[in-house]
């Protein structure tokens, strides 16, 4: 069948229930069936930014005008997300490769014509202003469930060598950006993908063993300022004023929180402007010292609920491509999470990675939601297996 | 085997992918909960740690300065006090392009483009939120000035604060000094904890020496900072909550000077300009009731600061206004050592009070032909001692100084207190110089330099050759031959009083011990003729003395100036100003019972009976009260 064919009956058929309210849509669990919504992922992903915009609200020093900014912002990245969750997965599937070819062009366009923001060529201007590493966060895991979906699983080496290209090729230019944080997040929703695929564990730790010597391969690659931030991880006393003071201070507001923290908007780190990048990617200091350890452990209980719910989407999907690539974007999701949460309580080194849907700005946020809006549409587009 | 692939098996393919999925979830919780163990560790173990770390950030300790203590003269008139002044200051973090606003600063001549490189090096080097005071005192037209264009000027603006200011301006600024900005070395000396917050500090004079008494003890403000150290306003109950209490500043010490505002004014302006100085105290205690140098400068310049080329222009003056002519010039005393040597003489049996010389006009030792010419050409005919000291002659003083020897006057003039210093209560003073065959042993290096030649000894005795002496010992030497040998230190400060208590320290005049001469009739004589100099009927400074309603007793000296530096350049009819003899001149009154005296000199004057007692009898009358208004 045609696929447009397909996504146009569906787009009608979501009308007519939407403005006649029959069959299932009479509840509101219908209601949001008949999106091609998932309640459950819904439910958590709209708690956990309506947390988030309580948190940016103190931690952006009670500005209504960055409120409304970012309410716009999340209410651009749902419709996004609603958008997505109508096309099907084969059709998601069948344009996959032309989305991971054009990001590639793009991301060369950038390199040699993008506009230069703090120190970095991330942006492109076509008419709009975006970054096509963000499209590349869908499409290396799009690309890479998609060359698997007709392989055999698990994958042959030589099919793991290609594979090991069209992750590699697009993490190579977002690094030269230089983007660390954003290229290996994107390496990391590739290698994902052939994990789940049950790529062997011997090789898995083969390859672990190997990124040893990797490692020193790209020391000699960062930036000096991606070096700094990796000593001053190993030692931020050293440089109290300097590259340290941001895991210092972020560490100072966190644990001067303690279990319940010092209240809203009456966190003193974050209000006498202590804690750097404080509404954006510190802004889980700042959840940490006016919410304490309680409001901390909520937000990363909506979070495991997420990406719990995801991987559940996963396993139900009903083809490989669907599989992997709900699995990967759900993983992907939590390694967000792990890396800015371990980042701003000084666990792995400052790598500029936003709390995901809590962190102020971002085309981030419509990609996420775009990622969801994936997860939704395989779950609400799956066939019946023949048994 | 097919061609394409091999037939998919999707029972499988789902459990190993199920498989790989719980197997990513064991993963993932392991990694919350690495992160979770990290939150719990610094959240509830190390709470307190940085419970405590976070308040140490928000509290700031400010210190707040103290009011400098004021200054009176002896009849409580305010010599030295503060006023409010707007300063200019600049916060360097709030300044965008720093060049450009200091030089858009100059064209505006609120700062001199001298100035430019000093301040852009200031506001460089220290903490980013601390201001820079661009200038002190801003008049009420710069202010209004500024005030238009303030938002021209991003991080530029002026404050109110105290700033020293001397009502008197140049009057008394050797005598009580003045305070300037502190600079590093103020820095090394004084306890940085005192004087956080203090922008200033007593330079010279009392303002110097009585630093520790005037400054007060600074105070401290706890306020809440943001991270750059600025002040934030306390809007929420939990950010004030538990901040320690302030300390108040104490105020410094009011100083109360033995200096008389009247006399020191009649002084200074008795020197009209003139280089020179005028020292008078009271020699029954030793206080110094006028301390004048002139010319003078205006200390109100280094309480505000001044441009680096004004203070160029002071310092280079070849007036020199900034040096302390009355406790750092020396000078040779001339004829004013006269009546010690005179008692010297008298006790050691040089000479008698009815010996008589006679005087030709010139004076030879024998075997030579160098004649040691008296100051009148015609010579005073025969003198005795009372003559020669009325009269100031020369040859008398010749003739007896081979028999009274060098060794006994050393003796004499430094029981008198010359040759070292007086102790006066301000730092800097010089000690003079009274020369000996022991310091011409140790301070010249050929040897036949080193030996100490009769002639010497005869110049020695009209106070020339390598004696020195400053204004401010000659005044001590003149209450000492006033009281009859008493000696009693001179100084400045009255007493010390706390402005809060109204406790009073008060400072004792400090007696040195008398010099004991044994004969009674020699003070007679020797008294007698310094009450002829001015009033008998051939005293040197009889103009002056004569027709006085009260007694008084003087000596007039006169000091040849022996060289000038080579490097200075003065143009001729200068050059010739400035090669006259030095005009000294040292008076006390009433003459039975002193209560002042009075030493002077004018630098180039010629004549000291002509040109310093006058000045001398002014300060007299004014304290006596017998000045004419």
Same mark, same amino acid.
């Given at each position: 069948m045609?696929?447009?064919?397909?996504?146009?009956?569906?787009?009608?058929?979501?009308?007519?229930?939407l403005?006649?309210?029959?069959?299932?849509?009479?509840s509101?669990?219908?209601?949001?069936?008949?999106?091609?919504?998932?309640? =459950?992922?819904?439910?958590?992903?709209?708690l956990?930014?309506?947390?988030?915009?309580?948190?940016?609200?103190?931690?952006?020093?009670?500005?209504?005008?960055?409120?409304?900014?970012?309410?716009?912002?999340?209410?651009?990245?749902?419709?996004?997300?609603?958008?997505?969750?109508?096309?099907?997965?084969?059709?998601?599937?069948?344009?996959?490769?032309?989305?991971?070819?054009?990001?590639?062009?793009?991301?060369?366009?950038?390199?040699?014509?993008?506009?230069?923001?703090?120190g970095a060529?991330?942006? %492109?201007? @076509?008419?709009?202003?975006?970054?096509?590493?963000?499209?590349?966060?869908?499409?290396?895991?799009?690309?890479?469930?998609?060359?698997?979906?007709?392989?055999?699983?698990?994958?042959? #080496?030589?099919?793991?060598?290609?594979?090991?290209i #069209?992750?590699?090729?697009?993490?190579?230019l @977002?690094?030269?950006?230089?983007?660390?944080?954003?290229?290996?997040?994107?390496?990391?929703?590739?290698?994902?993908?052939?994990? &789940?695929?049950?790529?062997?564990?011997?090789?898995?730790?083969?390859l672990?063993?190997?990124?040893?010597?990797?490692?020193?391969?790209?020391?000699?690659?960062?930036?000096?300022?991606?070096?700094?931030?990796?000593?001053?991880?190993?030692?931020?006393?050293?440089?109290?004023?300097?590259?340290?003071?941001?895991?210092i201070?972020?560490?100072?507001?966190?644990?001067?929180?303690g279990?319940f923290?010092?209240?809203?908007?009456?966190?003193?780190?974050?209000?006498?402007?202590?804690?750097?990048?404080?509404? !954006?990617?510190?802004?889980?200091?700042?959840?940490?010292?006016e919410?304490?350890?309680?409001?901390?452990?909520? %937000?990363?209980?909506?979070?495991s609920?997420?990406?719990?719910?995801?991987?559940?989407i996963?396993?139900?999907?009903?083809?490989?491509?669907?599989? %992997?690539?709900?699995?990967?974007?759900?993983?992907?999701?939590?390694?967000?999470?792990?890396?800015?949460?371990?980042?701003?309580?000084? @666990?792995?080194?400052v790598?500029?990675?936003?709390?995901?849907?809590?962190?102020?700005?971002?085309?981030?946020?419509?990609? #996420?939601?775009a990622?969801f809006?994936?997860?939704?549409?395989?779950?609400?587009?799956?066939?019946?297996?023949?048994? | 085997?097919?061609?394409?692939?091999?037939?998919?098996?999707?029972h499988?393919?789902?459990?190993?992918?199920?498989?790989?999925?719980?197997?990513?979830?064991?993963?993932?919780? @392991?990694?919350?909960?690495?992160?979770?163990?990290?939150?719990?560790q610094?959240?509830?173990?190390?709470?307190? #740690?940085f419970?405590?770390?976070s308040?140490?950030?928000?509290?700031?300790?400010?210190?707040?300065?103290?009011?400098?203590?004021?200054?009176?003269?002896?009849?409580?008139?305010?010599?030295?006090?503060?006023?409010?002044?707007?300063?200019?200051?600049?916060i360097?973090?709030?300044?965008?392009?720093?060049?450009?606003?200091l030089?858009?600063?100059?064209?505006?001549?609120?700062i001199?483009?001298?100035?430019?490189?000093?301040?852009?090096?200031?506001?460089?080097s220290?903490?980013?939120?601390?201001?820079?005071?661009?200038?002190?005192?801003?008049?009420?037209?710069e202010?209004?000035?500024?005030?238009?264009?303030?938002?021209? $000027?991003?991080?530029?603006?002026?404050?109110?604060?105290?700033?020293?200011?001397?009502?008197?301006?140049?009057?008394?600024?050797?005598?009580?000094?003045?305070?300037g *900005?502190?600079?590093?070395?103020?820095?090394?000396?004084?306890?940085?904890?005192?004087?956080?917050?203090?922008?200033?500090?007593?330079?010279?004079?009392?303002?110097?020496?009585?630093?520790?008494?005037l400054?007060?003890?600074?105070?401290?403000?706890?306020?809440?900072?943001?991270?750059?150290?600025?002040?934030?306003?306390?809007?929420?109950?939990?950010?004030?909550?538990?901040?320690?209490?302030?300390?108040?500043a104490? =105020?410094?010490?009011?100083?109360?000077?033995?200096?008389?505002?009247?006399?020191?004014?009649i002084? $200074?302006?008795?020197?009209?300009?003139?280089?020179?100085?005028?020292?008078?105290?009271?020699?029954?205690t030793?206080?110094?009731?006028?301390?004048v140098?002139?010319?003078?400068?205006?200390?109100? &310049?280094?309480?505000?600061?001044?441009?680096?080329s004004?203070?160029?222009?002071?310092?280079?003056?070849p007036d020199?206004?900034?040096?302390?002519?009355?406790?750092r010039?020396?000078?040779? =005393?001339?004829?004013?050592?006269?009546?010690i040597?005179?008692l010297?003489?008298?006790?050691?049996?040089?000479?008698n009070?009815?010996?008589?010389?006679?005087?030709?006009?010139?004076?030879?030792?024998?075997?030579?032909?160098?004649?040691?010419?008296d100051?009148?050409?015609e010579?005073?005919?025969?003198?005795?001692?009372?003559?020669?000291?009325?009269?100031?002659?020369?040859?008398?003083?010749?003739?007896?100084?081979?028999?009274?020897?060098?060794?006994?006057?050393?003796?004499y003039l430094?029981?008198?207190?010359?040759?070292?210093?007086?102790?006066?209560?301000? %730092?800097g003073?010089? =000690?003079?110089?009274?020369?000996?065959?022991?310091?011409?042993?140790?301070? $010249?290096?050929?040897?036949?330099?080193?030996?100490?030649?009769?002639?010497?000894?005869?110049?020695?005795s /009209?106070?020339?050759?390598?004696?020195?002496? !400053?204004?401010?010992?000659?005044?001590?030497?003149?209450?000492?031959? *006033?009281?009859?040998?008493?000696?009693y230190?001179?100084h400045?400060?009255?007493?010390?009083?706390?402005?809060?208590?109204?406790?009073?320290?008060? /400072?004792?005049?400090?007696?040195?011990?008398?010099?004991?001469?044994?004969?009674?009739?020699?003070?007679?004589?020797?008294?007698?003729?310094m009450?002829?100099?001015?009033?008998?009927?051939k005293?040197?400074?009889?103009?002056?003395?004569?027709?006085?309603p009260?007694?008084?007793?003087?000596?007039?000296?006169?000091?040849?100036?022996?060289?000038?530096?080579?490097?200075?350049?003065?143009?001729?009819?200068?050059?010739?100003?400035?090669?006259?003899?030095?005009?000294?001149?040292?008076?006390?009154?009433?003459?039975?019972?002193?209560?002042?005296?009075?030493?002077?000199?004018?630098?180039?004057?010629?004549?000291?009976?002509?040109?310093?007692?006058?000045?001398a009898?002014?300060?007299?009358?004014?304290?006596l009260?017998?000045?004419?208004d």
């Amino acid at each position: 069948m045609n696929t447009w064919g397909t996504v146009m009956i569906r787009l009608n058929e979501t009308h007519r229930s939407l403005w006649h309210g029959r069959g299932q849509s009479r509840s509101f669990a219908g209601l949001v069936r008949s999106l091609n919504m998932d309640g =459950p992922l819904l439910v958590g992903l709209l708690l956990i930014c309506a947390f988030g915009l309580l948190v940016l609200y103190s931690a952006a020093g009670k500005s209504t005008y960055l409120i409304v900014n970012q309410a716009v912002r999340l209410g651009v990245a749902i419709v996004a997300m609603f958008v997505v969750a109508q096309l099907p997965p084969d059709f998601l599937r069948r344009w996959t490769p032309l989305a991971y070819i054009s990001g590639i062009v793009l991301l060369v366009l950038v390199l040699t014509k993008g506009d230069v923001g703090q120190g970095a060529r991330r942006w %492109l201007d @076509i008419g709009v202003r975006f970054q096509p590493s963000e499209a590349m966060k869908l499409a290396v895991p799009m690309m890479t469930a998609w060359f698997l979906h007709d392989r055999q699983i698990p994958p042959r #080496l030589a099919h793991l060598a290609m594979i090991a290209i #069209l992750i590699a090729v697009p993490t190579l230019l @977002i690094a030269k950006q230089p983007d660390l944080g954003t290229s290996l997040l994107i390496a990391a929703s590739g290698i994902i993908v052939i994990v &789940l695929a049950g790529m062997s564990f011997r090789l898995i730790f083969g390859l672990a063993a190997l990124s040893v010597p990797g490692a020193l391969v790209l020391w000699n690659f960062m930036q000096d300022y991606q070096k700094q931030r990796v000593l001053t991880l190993l030692n931020p006393d050293s440089d109290p004023l300097g590259a340290g003071y941001n895991i210092i201070q972020s560490k100072i507001a966190i644990g001067s929180g303690g279990l319940f923290g010092k209240g809203w908007t009456n966190g003193s780190q974050a209000h006498l402007e202590f804690l750097p990048e404080r509404h !954006t990617d510190f802004i889980f200091a700042v959840l940490g010292e006016e919410f304490g350890l309680f409001g901390v452990l909520t %937000l990363l209980t909506l979070y495991s609920f997420v990406i719990g719910r995801g991987l559940y989407i996963a396993v139900q999907a009903h083809d490989t491509y669907s599989r %992997l690539l709900a699995g990967s974007i759900s993983l992907t999701f939590l390694v967000y999470v792990f890396v800015n949460t371990a980042m701003v309580t000084g @666990i792995v080194p400052v790598v500029g990675v936003p709390l995901p849907l809590v962190s102020f700005g971002g085309t981030s946020m419509v990609t #996420l939601m775009a990622g969801f809006g994936i997860l939704m549409s395989i779950h609400s587009h799956r066939k019946l297996l023949p048994h | 085997m097919r061609l394409l692939s091999p037939i998919k098996d999707h029972h499988s393919e789902r459990r190993l992918f199920i498989g790989r999925a719980i197997l990513s979830s064991v993963v993932s919780v @392991i990694l919350l909960a690495v992160v979770i163990a990290r939150l719990v560790q610094l959240q509830v173990f190390d709470h307190e #740690l940085f419970a405590e770390k976070s308040q140490g950030n928000r509290v700031r300790i400010e210190a707040v300065p103290p009011i400098r203590g004021l200054m009176f003269d002896r009849k409580g008139r305010v010599i030295a006090e503060n006023l409010p002044a707007y300063q200019l200051e600049l916060i360097p973090e709030q300044v965008d392009d720093l060049d450009d606003t200091l030089k858009r600063l100059a064209a505006i001549n609120l700062i001199s483009a001298d100035d430019i490189p000093r301040f852009a090096a200031i506001s460089r080097s220290g903490q980013q939120f601390k201001p820079v005071t661009l200038k002190f005192r801003l008049t009420d037209e710069e202010i209004a000035n500024f005030a238009i264009q303030r938002p021209r $000027f991003a991080g530029v603006d002026f404050r109110p604060r105290l700033v020293r200011h001397y009502p008197h301006g140049g009057l008394f600024a050797h005598a009580v000094g003045y305070v300037g *900005a502190l600079d590093t070395s103020d820095m090394q000396r004084l306890d940085s904890a005192r004087y956080t917050g203090t922008s200033h500090t007593g330079k010279t004079g009392v303002e110097s020496s009585f630093e520790d008494s005037l400054h007060g003890e600074a105070g401290f403000r706890h306020l809440i900072a943001n991270a750059r150290g600025r002040r934030v306003p306390a809007n929420t109950s939990e950010l004030l909550d538990s901040l320690p209490l302030d300390e108040t500043a104490n =105020p410094g010490f009011n100083i109360h000077l033995s200096l008389d505002l009247d006399l020191q004014q009649i002084a $200074f302006d008795a020197m009209e300009g003139r280089r020179g100085a005028v020292v008078a105290l009271d020699p029954t205690t030793g206080e110094i009731l006028a301390l004048v140098s002139t010319p003078s400068f205006d200390p109100n &310049l280094f309480a505000v600061g001044m441009s680096t080329s004004q203070y160029g222009d002071l310092r280079d003056d070849p007036d020199r206004p900034l040096f302390n002519r009355a406790v750092r010039g020396t000078y040779p =005393p001339g004829s004013i050592i006269k009546p010690i040597l005179a008692l010297a003489a008298l006790e050691t049996g040089a000479t008698n009070l009815t010996r008589k010389s006679t005087c030709i006009g010139f004076f030879q030792l024998p075997g030579d032909d160098h004649r040691y010419r008296d100051w009148k050409p015609e010579g005073h005919g025969p003198v005795d001692v009372h003559d020669a000291i009325a009269q100031s002659c020369d040859v008398y003083f010749y003739e007896i100084s081979g028999k009274l020897g060098i060794d006994n006057m050393h003796d004499y003039l430094t029981r008198f207190g010359l040759g070292s210093q007086t102790g006066i209560d301000v %730092l800097g003073e010089r =000690p003079g110089l009274v020369p000996s065959r022991e310091w011409k042993r140790n301070n $010249f290096r050929d040897r036949d330099n080193k030996r100490w030649y009769h002639g010497e000894t005869v110049i020695a005795s /009209i106070g020339q050759g390598f004696m020195l002496a !400053t204004p401010l010992q000659l005044a001590s030497v003149a209450g000492t031959l *006033a009281t009859r040998g008493a000696r009693y230190r001179p100084h400045l400060v009255l007493a010390v009083e706390d402005p809060l208590s109204g406790a009073r320290e008060v /400072i004792e005049p400090e007696w040195l011990g008398n010099i004991a001469i044994g004969n009674e009739a020699h003070w007679d004589s020797v008294l007698g003729a310094m009450h002829d100099v001015m009033q008998g009927p051939k005293g040197t400074a009889r103009a002056i003395g004569s027709g006085a309603p009260y007694q008084m007793a003087g000596k007039s000296g006169t000091a040849q100036v022996v060289s000038i530096a080579q490097d200075e350049e003065y143009d001729e009819e200068e050059l010739e100003e400035r090669l006259r003899d030095h005009a000294l001149f040292i008076s006390f009154a009433p003459f039975d019972d002193p209560r002042i005296v009075v030493a002077v000199i004018v630098e180039n004057g010629s004549s000291g009976s002509g040109v310093a007692a006058p000045i001398a009898k002014a300060v007299m009358d004014e304290y006596l009260g017998y000045s004419d208004d």
